[in-house]
């Protein structure tokens, strides 16, 4: 596919729609409902997940299409397994004859206004993969592009290199509180220079959020499903036994249930399925699998990655992805963009909008990797909407908007503003700064606090026009990039002796307060000192003990590493990433860390029981603590 192709492509359909992207009524109901009832981290506008399922009632006219696993599209694509899906498509592992290499496809739905988007998408894709032929600006990349058409309609398809899961995921595997920070730095890095590239072509994504950023490797299982998969030949055509019934028509689904008839009558058919297994995981798997140990298949239908050296790896590479909401500088097509929670202000306000939207959402979502919580998550309140209360919240953590925004032109202003600048509904707001946020409510250290914080505030910034660019950011803060000892947890916390006790008299009623603070800095002037304190003085004893805990741990002592040939180094080198030269030192170098992990594991679960504690934390834990423990 060449540039010139795309944009002959998406102006030929843009010369049969209406010059603005508006979607059917009915579409926006639903949207207006996902926003309210999920805040926009279900499947509004989303267009990738691999949790839970698409509804069935949107395979219908105009909808998604019943992709059926084993079928092939344009003579050159066969589905193997699906991979996740989305408000306007579905994405699918297939293997391509032609280039004999797995890749991912992607089921646009049928109705026109998704025709359009997909043909933008192809547009703008062709533009960031020609400017970037060594694939080095962390950008998602289209191999190819065609139409399919089927019961519902006629289909954009569109094929993509295999990835890995979006960063909500990543979110998710830490429990919800925030990825280690070194593999957030690299996250962030590449980030920034996904977003330097789209801004150097006068591109602006307009939808960053975890969802739409993935990681550049697909996970353990779908690698294991891929090696063990065998494709039939091209030719062979897909049994209408194999198909599953919600896929198929009505006449097609008479005639599956006569040949299931005919099946069950013939005692002899071994040729054929059985109908007790249609549904069973044997039915799902490519058909070697079936001839496989149960050790193989267990591997196979495993959902958890491995913990290995280069699954850790893995967590640091991303790529920018879903361009279907994104524009040009210069041509957009609508004022509704981003997602509630990294939603700027000036998309709320109803002021122009360009490049820096971008630069706010990034803000929003590296503040979420960190913490795990959204940096906002407004709510609509008796008298005031959810847009006023977002303002609000703004302004209690980066302070007044400035008067030109609050007074200025903005199509909805006057909704939220008065002709003094001062909100409408909400009266009473409880200032809680960036910093204290991450020292108090996250427990990070006033020095790690102060400089997360120096990092995020200038994406912050509520000026479009002083808010960093994608390129400042990279230029001004290759110091943050760099990966500190005290990156690594426990050094980047308050010791847990220093967190604040209870007053007495508070009424509390054991609930965290939430990001808009209920901090009240005046009453609070003790427990920062007494934070203060707990870092200067007592930081440098904790450290001595935790080196103290490591050297003197039994599974670390001499003697114990001796009887497996293992040096006290050699575990130092392999959790830093390196491969020891024996491989069978190395395994057992690999098993004596999988033993602190599960001791790490074990008691973390005595704090917290009922929870499932991901080891790929605990080896972060580890790697920090034995770190420490050779400083000292």
């Not at 913990?307 to 210069?330: K, M």
């Amino acid at each position: 596919m060449t540039v010139a192709q795309a944009h002959k492509i998406a102006n030929k359909v843009h010369k049969q729609q209406p010059l603005q992207n508006i979607p059917d009524r009915s579409f926006e109901e639903e949207e207006e409902g996902c926003e309210e009832e999920e805040g926009d981290h279900g499947d509004s506008a989303e267009d990738y997940s691999d949790t839970a399922n698409e509804r069935s009632t949107d395979y219908r006219k105009g909808g998604y299409h019943p992709v059926v696993v084993g079928e092939v599209f344009h003579d050159q694509y066969r589905v193997v397994k699906k991979l996740g899906w989305g408000y306007f498509s579905t994405v699918w592992l297939v293997w391509d004859y032609v280039t004999k290499r797995y890749q991912a496809l992607k089921v646009q739905k049928s109705a026109k206004h998704y025709t359009e988007a997909a043909y933008d998408e192809i547009k703008l894709l062709g533009e960031i993969m020609s400017s970037d032929p060594d694939k080095t600006r962390c950008c998602a990349r289209l191999n190819d592009y065609f139409e399919h058409t089927g019961p519902n309609g006629v289909h954009v398809c569109m094929i993509f290199d295999v990835y890995g899961e979006d960063l909500l995921s990543l979110i998710g595997r830490y429990e919800y509180r925030g990825v280690p920070l070194p593999i957030v730095k690299c996250i962030s890095r590449q980030l920034l220079v996904g977003l330097e590239h789209l801004h150097s072509l006068k591109i602006i994504h307009t939808d960053l959020k975890p969802e739409n950023v993935l990681l550049s490797t697909p996970k353990h299982a779908i690698i294991s499903f891929m090696k063990r998969y065998h494709p039939p030949p091209l030719t062979q055509r897909l049994r209408l036994v194999e198909r599953d019934p919600k896929t198929m028509t009505k006449s097609q689904r008479r005639r599956y249930y006569k040949k299931l008839k005919v099946i069950e009558q013939n005692d002899n058919a071994k040729e054929n399925i059985p109908v007790k297994e249609h549904h069973s995981e044997d039915a799902k798997l490519p058909k070697n699998s079936r001839e496989q140990s149960p050790e193989e298949r267990a591997e196979v239908l495993s959902a958890s990655d491995t913990d290995s050296d280069w699954e850790i790896e893995r967590l640091h590479h991303v790529v920018l992805a879903d361009f279907g909401n994104s524009c040009w500088t210069y041509r957009q097509f609508t004022d509704e963009v981003q997602t509630r929670q990294y939603r700027c202000p000036e998309v709320i306000l109803g002021e122009p909008y360009s490049t820096p939207i971008d630069l706010w959402s990034a803000a929003c979502l590296i503040f979420e990797l960190i913490t795990g919580e959204f940096l906002f998550d407004p709510r609509k309140g008796e008298n005031y909407s959810r847009d006023e209360d977002h303002l609000a919240l703004m302004t209690e953590l980066l302070g007044e908007l400035p008067e030109s925004m609050r007074l200025g032109d903005g199509k909805y202003r006057s909704q939220f503003y008065n002709s003094r600048g001062a909100l409408r509904n909400i009266k009473d707001l409880n200032f809680w700064y960036l910093d204290d946020v991450l020292h108090r409510k996250h427990k990070f250290t006033q020095k790690k606090a102060g400089e997360i914080a120096e990092f995020l505030l200038p994406m912050l910034e509520f000026d479009p026009q002083e808010r960093a660019t994608a390129t400042e950011m990279l230029a001004n803060f290759e110091h943050f990039f760099e990966i500190k000892e005290d990156d690594y947890a426990p050094f980047c916390f308050v010791p847990s002796d220093a967190e604040r006790e209870p007053v007495e008299g508070n009424t509390s009623d054991g609930e965290e307060s939430e990001t808009s603070g209920d901090f009240n800095d005046a009453d609070d002037e003790d427990d920062d000192t007494s934070f203060e304190e707990a870092e200067e003085n007592g930081g440098e004893g904790n450290d001595m003990d935790l080196a103290q805990f490591w050297t003197e741990h039994p599974l670390l002592a001499k003697e114990f590493l001796e009887k497996r040939g293992l040096a006290w180094l050699d575990i130092h080198a392999v959790l830093a990433g390196k491969r020891l030269g024996d491989p069978a030192l190395h395994e057992s170098a690999v098993e004596v860390i999988r033993l602190l992990s599960d001791e790490a594991d074990y008691n973390r679960g005595d704090q917290q029981q009922g929870t499932e504690y991901d080891t790929t934390s605990c080896t972060e834990e580890l790697r920090g603590g034995i770190s420490e423990a050779g400083n000292h």
